[in-house]
Nanobody, 128 residues
């Protein structure tokens, strides 16, 4: 059973920071591409960061490059998204997602169509 649980969302002032966590079961976490997505009301779901849990490159959307960092804690089967220099336009529901594991790398376009399993989401609100 694939199970992803996000936490760490909340409110921040512009210029502030937040860290999101995504806890996964061991079989969900191992050797697959995992990523972070966000969706604001009226917008399509946007892929913002991805990493292969077996090791490899990280990928970021241009909108967050240089401000957000995706990372792994393999001992805890946890995926993180460190967000700094937050902007009001970062306000959205943030989702953790995992591919089904047949691919041994992440594709750089971070499309939601590549991902098979999703967490319930955590809200991030940035005020100016």
């Amino acid at each position: 059973q694939v199970h992803l649980v996000e936490s760490g969302g909340g409110s921040a002032q512009a210029g502030g920071s937040l860290r999101l966590s995504c806890s996964a079961s061991a079989d969900t976490y191992s050797s697959r591409c995992m990523g972070w997505f966000r969706q604001a009301p009226g917008n399509e779901r946007e892929g913002i960061a991805a990493v292969y849990t077996g090791g490899g490159s990280t990928y970021y959307a241009d909108s967050v490059k240089g401000r957000f960092t995706i990372s792994l804690d393999n001992a805890k089967n946890t995926l993180y998204l460190e967000m700094i220099s937050l902007k009001p336009e970062d306000t959205a529901m943030y989702y953790c997602a995992a591919e089904n594991g047949w691919r041994v790398y992440c594709l750089p376009d971070i499309s939601p169509h590549h991902f098979d399993y999703w967490g319930q989401g955590t809200q991030v609100t940035v005020s100016s």
